[in-house]
């Protein structure tokens, strides 16, 4: 096992097929889950044996860490069938996503009362058959009991968490991140 890898992507998916395909709600959920994945995940796979290859990269944005890659790699597997997109504001499912960049954080920020907005996007990120057939016979197989337990436990944790109360987390251990962000104050009010 210590020669295997598996890249950002295919952690993505795994993650969203974790815990019988749970959603993802939110795409500061899903952006930081990733984020954290890369910096406190990763390297403790790397202590049981499993590398990691090309994780998203992270850069310090408008609403702390933010990577492009993560949405370019959901927008490859919304295409491909893997995973459905909803906005769960919407009457209809999202069909495209013009404002991938920071467009969602900016929309879901405002929905979860961080500031007012008039269309409340919120938006739901679901694996489908198709992603958990790839994810069973393709990276399920690369990882021990261990490794799924740990990825299944960071999956649990994430999504048991608020937007507010992951941002205070992230904010707080990584500062350096949060040099660009438009809503720092408004993370670390208590309400």
Same mark, same amino acid.
């Given at each position: 096992?210590?020669?295997?890898?598996?890249?950002?992507?295919?952690?993505?998916?795994?993650?969203?097929?974790?815990?019988?395909?749970?959603?993802?709600?939110?795409?500061?959920?899903? +952006?930081?889950?990733? =984020?954290?994945?890369?910096?406190?995940?990763a390297?403790?796979? !790397?202590?049981?044996?499993? #590398?990691?290859?090309?994780?998203?990269? =992270?850069?310090?944005?408008?609403?702390?860490?933010?990577? !492009?890659?993560?949405?370019?790699?959901? +927008?490859?597997? !919304?295409?491909?069938?893997?995973?459905?997109?909803?906005?769960?504001?919407?009457?209809? +499912?999202?069909?495209?996503? #013009?404002?991938?960049?920071?467009?969602?954080?900016?929309?879901?920020?405002?929905?979860?009362? =961080?500031?007012?907005n008039?269309?409340?996007?919120?938006?739901?990120?679901?694996?489908?058959?198709?992603?958990?057939?790839?994810?069973?016979? !393709?990276?399920?197989?690369?990882?021990?009991?261990?490794?799924?337990?740990?990825?299944?436990?960071?999956?649990k944790?994430?999504?048991?968490?608020?937007?507010?109360?992951i941002?205070?987390?992230?904010?707080?251990?990584?500062?350096?991140?949060?040099?660009?962000?438009?809503?720092? #104050?408004?993370?670390?009010?208590?309400?």
């Open positions: 096992m210590s020669n295997k890898k598996l890249n950002g992507a295919d952690y993505l998916l795994l993650l969203l097929c974790l815990d019988n395909r749970a959603p993802i709600y939110g795409a500061i959920r899903l +952006e930081k889950m990733m =984020f954290l994945f890369n910096e406190e995940i390297p403790r796979l !790397k202590e049981t044996g499993l #590398d990691s290859d090309k994780l998203p990269g =992270f850069i310090s944005y408008n609403f702390g860490p933010f990577s !492009k890659d993560v949405y370019e790699q959901v +927008e490859l597997f !919304k295409g491909i069938g893997f995973l459905q997109v909803t906005d769960l504001k919407a009457r209809e +499912e999202l069909i495209e996503a #013009d404002d991938w960049e920071e467009g969602p954080f900016d929309e879901e920020l405002r929905y979860s009362g =961080f500031q007012l008039e269309e409340k996007r919120y938006y739901k990120y679901q694996m489908l058959k198709l992603g958990e057939e790839y994810v069973n016979s !393709k990276i399920i197989p690369e990882l021990t009991p261990e490794q799924l337990s740990m990825l299944l436990q960071f999956k944790k994430i999504t048991s968490l608020s937007p507010k109360q941002l205070r987390y992230v904010y707080t251990k990584y500062p350096q991140y949060t040099s660009n962000s438009l809503i720092k #104050d408004e993370v670390f009010d208590d309400d």
